[in-house]
Each structure stands twice: as structure tokens, then as C-alpha cells.
């Protein structure tokens, strides 16, 4: 199985919209609706932000949202704020296995 | 709330079997609904999936990983476990336990992770 493809770097200035994008294959992203995005700090374990493609967890904010088009799935956050800086994951399930992109460093400006 | 801890040696021999051990508080792995995951993250580098254990014994295996891979569970003592076989300087990174949704795969707790190098 390969690594889901993510950018390496995106940036934005605060209040900004970035989005991030993730793509992989239909054996994986396209083929189910079980991706999810994980943000993470340095030094931190990892923290679910979206699953099921567009679901927030609760607590993590509505600046925050999902979307999925064929094999890709995008992570949009809006109104950025300096604490959105970190790096950020994508997975996907497939065939009874899970793989993750290779991460996307978010810079706030 | 669901609390999961890694323990287990830091320093490991070239050629030697790793072995790590989750250890969940706040919830029973045999109550179901869940995998219980182990995913590492090489320094500097993105997130490798490992596998995965269901409270009943059934395992999933990373591909890549799978011939030197087993995850086990001990439901007495809440806790699952890792061996890595005949591991190398490749598989120096730090390694979490992770809760993951059995139906949608997602990965919803995570322990805060160990370092654990491979050198002689």
C-alpha cells in the first residue's frame, strides 16, 4: 500500500482559508468514506480533527470541515488562527488495513 | 475518557525484538466497537500504520510490516501489546497505541508515544 499524497507546506495569514488536500486511489479514498485528519503539534501525539470524510469530533471547531471528490479528500480550515500551525495527516481505510499521507507542515503567517 | 500509556524498553539491540505495551485506562478493550492500534512515526517523518488487534485476538498487519509484526491483547489487564522482530536502525521512531473506530477506522484516542532506538 502507498502513502496517500498530501502537500508538503501550505501557509496563510491569520483569518485566511487554506485548504489541504489528499490523494490517493480508489482502492482507498475513493473507494470508501472513511478518511480522516489528524493535526499535530510538535511533540505531541497526534488529534483527530475530522472523520468519516466531513465529521468534527466534538470540541474541534466548525473552522474546521472535510470534503471528498473521486480520490481525493480536502481539509478546509477557515478563519486561521496562529494555533492551527502544525503538521497535518490524512488516512484512509483500505482492505482491512489503514494508510496515512505523508503530512502537510500548515505555517500561519 | 480514555486514557492510553506506552511503556516499554527505549533502547533496543540491531537484530532484537522490540516490545512495547499499551496499557488503556478509562474504558475495557473488551467491551468492542474498537481496534486497538499501533502506529509509529520515524523522526521528522509522516505516520506509519502498524496494525491493529480486536479484543477477540483478531489481528491486521501493515503489508510491509507483517512478516516481522505481532500484536497481541491481554483483556485481565486492559492492555495489548507489540513485538517488531529482527528490527534495525530503520526502526528507530517513536511508537503510539492508538484507539481506532471498528467500523469508520478512524483513530479518536492516542497514547503520547515512545521513543525507541535501535542501536548497539
Known amino acids: 500500500q502507498s502513502a496517500l499524497t498530501q502537500p508538503a507546506s501550505v501557509s496563510g495569514s491569520p483569518g485566511q482559508s487554506i485548504t489541504i488536500s489528499c490523494t490517493g486511489t480508489s482502492s482507498d479514498v475513493g473507494g470508501y468514506n472513511y478518511v480522516s485528519w489528524y493535526q499535530q503539534h510538535p511533540g505531541k501525539a497526534p488529534k483527530l480533527m475530522i472523520y468519516?470524510?466531513?465529521n468534527r469530533p466534538s470540541g474541534v471547531p466548525d473552522r474546521f470541515s472535510g470534503s471528498k471528490s473521486g480520490n481525493t479528500a480536502s481539509l478546509t480550515i477557515s478563519g486561521l488562527q496562529a494555533e492551527d500551525e502544525a503538521d497535518y495527516y490524512c488516512?484512509?481505510?483500505?482492505?482491512?488495513?489503514?494508510?496515512f499521507g505523508g503530512g502537510t507542515k500548515l505555517t500561519v503567517l | 475518557q480514555v486514557q492510553l500509556q506506552e511503556s516499554g524498553p527505549g533502547l533496543v539491540k540491531p537484530s532484537q525484538t522490540l516490545s512495547l505495551t499499551c496499557t488503556v485506562s478509562?474504558?475495557?478493550?473488551?467491551?468492542?466497537?474498537?481496534?486497538w492500534s499501533w502506529i509509529r512515526q520515524h523522526p521528522g517523518k509522516g505516520l506509519e500504520w502498524i496494525g491493529y488487534?480486536?479484543?477477540?485476538?483478531?489481528?491486521y498487519y501493515n503489508p510491509s510490516l507483517k512478516s516481522r509484526v505481532t500484536i497481541s491483547v491481554d483483556t485481565s489487564k486492559n492492555q495489548f501489546s507489540l513485538k517488531l522482530s529482527s528490527v534495525t536502525a530503520a526502526d528507530t521512531a517513536v511508537y503510539y497505541c492508538?484507539?481506532?473506530?471498528?467500523?469508520?477506522?478512524?483513530?479518536?484516542?492516542w497514547g503520547q508515544g515512545t521513543l525507541v532506538t535501535v542501536s548497539s
Open positions: 488516512s484512509s481505510y483500505t482492505s482491512s488495513s489503514t494508510v
Open positions: 492508538a484507539r481506532a473506530d471498528l467500523y469508520s477506522n478512524y483513530f479518536d484516542y
Open positions: 468519516e470524510v466531513s
Open positions: 488487534i480486536y479484543y477477540s485476538g483478531s489481528t
Open positions: 478509562g474504558g475495557s478493550i473488551s467491551s468492542g466497537g474498537y481496534y
